[in-house]
């Protein structure tokens, strides 16, 4: 089975700044889009952001546009997001996926653990 194992979150002041890590052991990463979804207390999963599997294409929710930044390194299976300029509505479980590249949730087979990320002064 696909492991996504997260690291990189943690509290974090507003305006300040985090990097997410997702490290695959999945033999097919290098063919796979991946993303970045988040769920609040409350809330449902959302997506954040998505990277194809060649970096070519990515894609922002509107909430993080020029704040967050995905990128990925085939070569050590591993996707980031570096998340700038953070908000206190930014806190939420950050979850890593793996799958075809979409804004669906369905559209990702595989799924990290989730990492907490909370913004607050």
């Known amino acids: 089975q696909v492991q996504l194992v997260e690291s990189g979150g943690g509290l974090v002041q507003p305006g300040g700044s985090l990097r997410l890590s997702c490290a695959s052991s999945g033999r097919t990463f290098s063919t796979e889009a991946m993303g970045w979804f988040r769920q609040a207390p409350g809330k449902e999963r959302e997506f954040v952001s998505g990277i194809s599997w060649d970096s070519v294409s990515t894609y922002y929710a509107d909430s993080v546009k020029g704040r967050f930044t995905i990128s990925r390194d085939n070569a050590k299976k591993t996707v980031y997001l570096q998340m700038n300029s953070l908000k206190p509505e930014d806190t939420a479980v950050y979850y890593c996926?793996?799958?075809?590249?979409?804004?669906?949730?369905?559209?990702?087979?595989?799924w990290g653990q989730g990492t907490q990320v909370t913004v607050s002064s």
């Open positions: 996926a793996a799958g075809r590249f979409s804004t669906n949730p369905r559209s990702f087979s595989s």
